[in-house]
């Protein structure tokens, strides 16, 4: 007799901050093709319309968006809205895959794993007065480091939200999210499977963040990616793909 195989979960895929959802297909090549995947647009950034200025607000408008027990893949800015949605919503969501995660962007006295709050301040203000080379700027961090450097800021080069007039000011909310967003008291409430991936060599947001939300989550595990920087589904996707859709169904 044969005994029917159980339905893959559904993945969510949240990307980060400037960008959209088309920065995922490298790795939408090496996922199971009978696998449901949906990649929505962050607030503001794509085709999807704003929503407000907290982070709470954006992560329900993307609610609806959202297949039952799904597993929810966030990367940068894409994994605190996937750390808020678990909180919010723990009964919609059966696991979190978080990729160049940390619970906080800036650093502080009690949080040395971020970049200073000064520099965070200058890359504002020079995106108020010239966006597209700030979003240029962006990318070459998020590449920085990474073994394939040069295609890596190719795949989010032309991934990204245009600094236009129909998206300036909702991109402009984004940094400030990353600014201010400080998710670190609600981590030892998440209740559901976390599995993180992080780039050895990333500049953005260091491993010793991810290694600090491994410990405190109650089902957090690590793995690192050796010679990867913030982007690492984009430098080895067939590898990040294996280890999500493992995860995944386990």
């Known amino acids: 007799m044969n005994i029917a195989s159980p339905p893959l979960r559904p993945l969510v895929l949240l990307h980060g901050w400037g960008l959209s959802a088309a ?11 009978r696998r449901s995947v949906c990649v929505p647009d962050l607030p503001g950034h794509g085709k999807a319309a704003p929503a407000g200025s907290t982070l709470a607000g954006w992560a329900d408008a993307l609610l609806p968006t959202l297949p039952g027990h799904c597993v ?11 750390l ?19 619970p906080r962007f800036t650093a502080g006295e009690d949080w040395p794993h971020g970049l200073p709050g000064a520099t965070l301040d200058d890359f504002r203000a020079q995106f108020d007065s010239a966006p597209e080379a700030t979003q240029r700027r962006f990318v070459a961090l998020q590449s920085l480091g990474d073994r394939a450097r040069k295609s890596v800021s190719a795949a989010l080069s032309g991934s990204l939200t245009p600094a ?10 984004g940094l400030q999210l990353l600014a201010d967003t400080d998710l670190r008291a609600l ?4 209740t559901q499977p976390v599995r993180l991936l992080h780039g050895r060599e990333d500049k953005l947001m260091p491993l010793a963040a991810a290694e ?12 690192v ?13 067939a590898d990040c793909a294996g280890l999500i859709e493992g995860f995944a169904d386990e």
Do not use: K
């Open 23 to 33: 920065v995922w297909q490298p790795l939408l090549e090496h996922l199971d093709p």
């Open 72 to 82: 929810l893949v966030g990367w940068s800015l894409g994994a605190q809205l996937a």
């Open 84 to 102: 808020e949605l678990a909180h919010r919503h723990p009964e919609r969501i059966a696991r979190l895959m978080l990729i160049g995660a940390s």
């Open 164 to 173: 236009d007039g129909a998206h300036q000011a909702a991109l402009a909310n």
């Open 187 to 190: 981590i030892s409430g998440i």
């Open 212 to 223: 600090w939300l491994a410990d405190q989550l109650p089902g957090g595990r690590l793995s």
């Open 225 to 237: 990616f050796g010679q990867s920087g913030h982007a690492p589904f984009l430098s080895r996707p």
